[in-house]
């Protein structure tokens, strides 16, 4: 069901604070906590981050072909497989942070614009089938309040490893 616009504003809203919340939840972690893992699959805080960085740039890309494609492909990824290749444990997070600040900005000034007609439009996601406007909103919107928590979480259980 397609989402109104007193809902997407709310949610559009959500999208745009987004990158304030990861950042307060990044400067939360002291430098020693920033690599710990709480268990060997889950990331460590810095690895959250960086993730954030590359899926923002990914989201960007896909809410564009959403609006201005016709049936566009939104292609799947393995997280996991990104953050081992590209060696998230390295990253550094102060460009991965301002690339998040800085692509959601963005994006965020660009959907302000959008006409409502625009929205509803659909693609095909290659791991779940249709892919909407709304979905994408959907996903994005929490998407860095969800890594907040992580990381957040991931400092509990640091400090509790600790004690």
């Known amino acids: 069901m397609?989402?109104?616009d007193a809902n997407r504003s709310l949610w559009l809203e959500r999208y745009?604070?987004?990158?304030a919340l990861l950042r307060q939840a990044w400067e939360?972690?002291?430098a020693a906590a920033r690599t710990w893992r709480p268990t060997?699959?889950?990331?460590?805080?810095?690895?959250?981050?960086?993730?954030?960085?590359?899926?923002?740039?990914?989201?960007?890309?896909?809410?564009?072909?959403l609006l201005a494609e016709p049936e566009p492909l939104i292609v799947g990824y393995d997280e996991n497989v990104w953050a081992r290749t590209f060696d998230y444990q390295q990253a550094d997070p102060e460009p991965a942070l301002h690339l998040v600040e800085t692509v959601r900005g963005h994006t965020y000034a660009t959907l302000a614009q959008v006409p409502g007609a625009a929205w509803g439009r659909t693609g095909r996601h290659t791991q779940s089938g249709a892919y909407g406007t709304d979905d994408w909103l959907l996903s994005y919107g929490q998407?860095?309040?969800?890594?907040?928590?992580?990381i957040r979480?991931?400092?509990?259980?640091?400090?509790?490893?600790k004690g």
């Open 16 to 19: 745009r604070s987004g990158p």
């Open 2 to 4: 397609p989402m109104d």
């Open 40 to 65: 060997a699959e889950a990331w460590s805080a810095l690895e959250v981050v960086a993730h954030c960085a590359d899926s923002e740039t990914y989201a960007a890309i896909r809410i564009r072909l």
């Open 143 to 150: 998407h860095l309040e969800i890594h907040a928590r992580q």
């Open 28 to 30: 939360e972690i002291p």
């Open 153 to 161: 979480r991931a400092l509990e259980a640091w400090r509790s490893s």
